[in-house]
């Protein structure tokens, strides 16, 4: 249940005691457990693997606003950046979405205010869950990786696959040979490594260098210019911006790891700047997940 109290501290005394007493008679929604979502004056609702369960609980704005507080340790302002992208990480990967009244200065988002709605996305480690996608990844002749593209809808996986790709390329695979490569992550929205104050909360690898909180195309950039890395990752790319610094990658002779949203080739041809890296078999493999 750690992962779960990493989250139920940040609730208001009520409604911890709700969660606590329904999560300590029942181990199942605890272990099926993967979003918590409050909407003002609405029943408070989580996601499971199968299903979805109904608290009979109307959460207050008040206390929408005062979980707000805690996540912002009582300091919004330190925190706009985030709250203006529409989430907050806390320890242990966990992001925290939010929705509310967008504050729109020269076309960008400079403040959300009235926070309406809240969704704890749970963030777990499965070591080991990357073993079949990384028969596809692995260049064993060459002793090295294919730039791959990881495809998945939402909620499926693609981001702890990844993180576990990741750290076995990082720590080397003894039983192939395979030695660790140095790694660079651009983990932008924080849920790969899960960055706390300069430390990783998930393990990333031994070889593997972090920079978040900045766009794939700068952090990619920066990773190249300064820490020499053999391997690229980042989630979720979709962007001509993206799609940029991944060129100025892979061009730079460093190997790429990517995830997106999709759910066939269809939905990789429907964005025509990744379909060119496959085209161009600058991407070697597309792993389904």
């Known amino acids: 249940m750690k992962d779960i109290d990493e989250i139920l501290r940040y609730f208001p005394n009520k409604i911890y005691e709700i969660f606590f007493n329904l999560f300590k008679e029942n181990d199942k929604i605890v272990n099926e457990l993967q979003e918590i979502r409050m909407r003002t004056n609405r029943p408070i609702l989580l996601k499971l693997r199968e299903r979805d ?4 609980y109307n959460i207050s704005q008040a206390e929408i606003l005062q979980i707000l507080e805690r996540l912002c340790e009582n300091s919004i302002y330190a925190y706009k950046n985030q709250i203006c992208e ?7 990967g966990h992001r925290i979405g939010l929705t509310g009244s967008c504050v729109i200065e020269n ?3 400079t403040n959300i205010k009235y926070i309406s709605s809240l969704n704890f996305r749970i963030a777990r480690e499965i070591l080991n869950c990357s073993t079949r996608v990384l028969r596809e990844i692995i260049d064993i002749e060459n002793k090295s990786i294919y730039n791959t593209i990881i495809v998945a809808p ?30 660079g992550v651009v983990d932008e929205r924080g849920e ?40 690229i990752a980042c989630d979720e790319i979709g962007s001509k911006e ?31 700047q990744i379909y060119e890296l496959i085209e161009n078999r600058e991407i070697q493999k597309v792993v389904f997940l």
Request: proline share 3%.
């Open 53 to 56: 369960l109904i608290l009979q």
């Open 86 to 92: 529409g989430f907050i990480t806390i320890k242990g």
């Open 107 to 109: 076309e960008k988002i």
């Open 154 to 183: 939402p909620g499926k996986g693609k981001t702890t696959v990844l993180r576990d790709v990741i750290r076995r390329l990082s720590n080397g695979i003894e039983e192939i040979n395979f030695r660790g490569k140095i790694c």
């Open 192 to 231: 790969i490594a899960a960055m706390y104050k300069g430390v990783p909360q998930n393990d990333v690898g031994i070889r593997t260098d972090i920079i978040e909180n900045v766009s794939k195309n700068q952090g990619i950039h920066m990773l190249v210019r300064t820490m020499s890395p053999e391997i």
């Open 242 to 272: 993206d799609v940029d610094a991944i060129h100025y990658a892979l061009y730079s002779g460093v190997k790429g790891i990517f995830t997106m949203h999709g759910r066939s080739v269809e939905d990789i041809k429907n964005n025509k």
